[in-house]
């Protein structure tokens, strides 16, 4: 969607402009899955995901994402607020 391209956009331009090489990239799927099978595709050699500090739903189930992902990861994983 038009909204994923201009929020993707301003993340690349910000990260350019900091000096980080950094991708985009839309995926169908589940997250967990999806990221696990990314890092093992071997294009990536760190990884930045965020926690949200949302509700006990959303937390349980964003939660749930990132714990699968620090725990199965093959690389660095480096979670943000």
Known sequence: PRCV???SQKV???AAQAGVKAAWKVVPGSAGDVLLAEVRSG???HLVIGNSGRGT???WLLGSV????VEHSQVPVTVVP
């Open 57 to 59: 739903l959303a937390r």
């Open 12 to 14: 690349l331009e910000r």
């Open 66 to 69: 990132m714990n699968e992902v």
């Open 43 to 45: 294009s990536f050699d």
């Open 5 to 7: 391209r201009g929020v």
